[in-house]
Nanobody, 121 residues
Framework: QVQLQESGGGSVQAGGSLRLSCTAS?????MGWFRQAPGKEREGVAV????????YYSDSVKGRFTISRDDAKKSLYLQMNSLKPEDSAMYYC?????????????????WGQGTQVTVSS
């Protein structure tokens, strides 16, 4: 089991930026960011694989968000720029196993408690 802890959420106006961080208790193959707004399903935002070269993003954040990782520090980051009110949600860090679609939450075994992001118009 991997323990994950997110930080960096907060409130910001539309067009602003936030940087989320996640620390992990051990090295993981695939790490992702998900988000969930009230009344909506958990949505895959971005994923990054070992070495930090391969990344994928949801269409809704592509070009605005950047995922990165520092394996030496067992840390994951999400730089969020040009934020929109529709980006408001609880953001979760997740550690995934090999195989399966990257944006399917069922392919991730361990989750952080989440950090709230609120974007006002």
């Amino acid at each position: 089991q991997v323990q994950l802890q997110e930080s960096g959420g907060g409130s910001v106006q539309a067009g602003g930026s936030l940087r989320l961080s996640c620390t992990a208790s051990r090295y993981t193959y695939r790490m992702g960011w998900f988000r969930q707004a009230p009344g909506k399903e958990r949505e895959g935002v971005a994923v990054i694989y070992t070495g930090g070269v391969i990344t994928y993003y949801s269409d809704s954040v592509k070009g605005r968000f950047t995922i990165s990782r520092d394996d030496a520090k067992k840390s994951l980051y999400l730089q969020m720029n040009s934020l929109k009110p529709e980006d408001s949600a609880m953001y979760y860090c997740a550690a995934g196993r090999p195989g399966g679609g990257w944006s399917d939450a069922l392919n991730y075994d361990d989750w952080g408690q989440g950090t709230q992001v609120t974007v006002s118009s």
